[in-house]
């Protein structure tokens, strides 16, 4: 069984930085393609970033140049480093997993993971 567990998010005021992680368990982590994504109320599930398989990231437009995605195999661990942040950013951020080698559109698209951690609430006061 597949288990995403969460950490890191909290309260930060405009310009701050915060780091989130996630760990992964019950999984052949090297093998998955690893996202985040975010839900501000009222709105549906966004695109946040991608790390690959591989290490290859990509990025929303709204976050580029402001967060980091990266994963620890050895620790079966993914990672979002957040810095600049704006009210904008508040949400409950998601970390997702799939199992996929490579890069396809698809792995933009909160639709085709199937793993899911909990999610953690992640505010920018102005």
């Known amino acids: 069984q597949v288990k995403l567990v969460e950490s890191g998010g909290g309260l930060v005021q405009t310009g701050g930085s915060l780091n989130l992680s996630c760990v992964v368990s019950?999984?052949?982590?090297?093998?998955?393609?690893l996202g985040w994504f975010r839900q501000a109320p009222g709105k549906g599930r966004e695109f946040v970033s991608l790390i690959t398989q591989s290490g290859s990231a990509v990025y929303a437009d709204s976050v580029k140049g402001r967060f980091t995605a990266s994963r620890d195999n050895a620790k079966s661990t993914m990672y979002l480093q957040m810095s600049a942040l704006k009210p904008e950013d508040t949400a409950v951020y998601y970390c997702?997993?799939?199992?996929?080698?490579?890069?396809?559109?698809?792995?933009?698209?909160?639709?085709?993971?199937?793993?899911w951690g909990q999610g953690t609430q992640v505010t920018v006061s102005s």
């Open positions: 997702a997993a799939y199992a996929y080698i490579g890069y396809d559109v698809s792995l933009l698209d909160y639709r085709t993971y199937d793993h």
């Open positions: 019950g999984a052949n982590f090297r093998f998955y393609a």
